[in-house]
């Protein structure tokens, strides 16, 4: 199994940063081009990311404010199957978002992109909150030639 962990921390109310990462019309204003469907256990959110991919996540559960945990049940591999579980906590001047993104049976080297790839998304959510502009996919910041 291979799993990464990050974390960030944003100056923000956490009710606001919680409906970035749940909610479709805040997961595209810092990650995918476009996202729609339902935040709610049992239902499904798709990202696209242009004309690239598509990327089904089913909610599986959803805690108001301490935790998002995703499942891709379509995408391709290393993303089919992968876990994703977004945790809000609440400090003195800020709020931390971690994410662990886990898979059962992709390896560590399959993985390298995401481990570099989410730090610049989760800088693109601290963006979005703190100055109101995200970097969602296309404008995110590339980390390899054709990214």
């Not at 940063?17 to 479709?24: A, H, K, T």
């Amino acid at each position: 199994m291979t799993k990464i962990k990050h974390q960030v921390g944003i100056v923000g109310n956490i009710g606001k940063i919680f409906q970035m990462v749940s909610e479709p019309k805040g997961l595209d204003r810092w990650w995918a081009t476009k996202a729609d469907g339902k935040a709610e256990e049992g239902k499904v959110v798709d990202l696209y990311f242009s004309d690239v991919v598509t990327l089904s996540f089913k909610v599986v559960e959803l805690q108001e404010n301490v935790l998002i945990h995703l499942r891709c049940v379509s995408g391709p591999y290393p993303w089919q199957d992968c876990d994703l579980i977004f945790s809000f906590k609440q400090d003195a001047d800020q709020v931390w978002v971690s994410l662990i993104h886990e898979n059962e049976v992709a390896t560590d080297d399959e993985f390298l992109y995401f481990n570099t790839k989410w730090p610049c998304y989760l800088l693109s959510l601290r963006d979005l909150i703190e100055s109101g502009q995200g970097r969602p996919y296309p404008s995110d910041v590339k980390i390899h030639l054709g990214d």
